[in-house]
C-alpha cells in the first residue's frame, strides 16, 4: 500500500505561483509513476503531470506545459508540482496519484491523495 499526503494548495492571483508537495509513505518503491491530477467544479478530473521515480522522465498536459514543473526526490519520498503563470482555469482541486508499474498512470492511477484546492483569482 501507499499513502499520499498533498499540501500546499491555496489562494493566489492570477500570474502567480504556488508549489504543491506529495508526501509518500508505505510502499512507495512499489510504484513506477507518480504525479497530479486536477479536478475543476463541474469538471472531470484530468491528468495535470506525471513522473517516472526511477528516471525523473517527467510528461504534462497540454494546458499547463510550459508553466508547470514536476519533480521528484527518491530519498524523501516526495513529488513537488512548481506552478508558475497561473491561470483563473487552473483552479481545481489538485490530487497526487502514483500507479504500479502494470497499471498505466495517465489512465487508472492506483493510489490517490486527498487534494489540495488551488483557487486562481483574476
Known amino acids: 500500500q501507499v499513502q499520499l499526503v498533498e499540501s500546499g494548495g491555496g489562494l493566489v492571483q492570477a500570474g502567480g505561483s504556488l508549489r504543491l508537495s506529495c508526501a509518500a509513505s508505505?510502499?512507495?518503491?512499489?510504484?513506477?509513476?507518480g504525479g497530479w491530477f486536477r479536478q475543476a467544479p463541474g469538471k472531470e478530473r484530468e491528468f495535470v503531470a506525471g513522473?517516472?521515480?526511477?528516471?525523473?522522465?517527467?510528461y504534462y498536459a497540454e494546458s499547463v506545459k510550459g508553466r508547470f514543473t514536476i519533480s521528484r526526490d527518491n530519498d524523501k519520498n516526495t513529488l513537488y508540482l512548481q506552478m508558475n503563470s497561473l491561470k483563473p482555469e487552473d483552479t481545481a482541486v489538485y490530487y497526487c496519484a502514483a500507479a504500479r508499474p502494470t497499471t498505466d498512470f495517465v489512465s487508472a492511477p492506483d493510489y490517490w491523495g486527498q487534494g489540495t484546492r488551488v483557487t486562481v483569482s483574476s
Open positions: 508505505g510502499r512507495a518503491f512499489s510504484t513506477n509513476t
Open positions: 513522473i517516472r521515480w526511477l528516471t525523473g522522465r517527467p
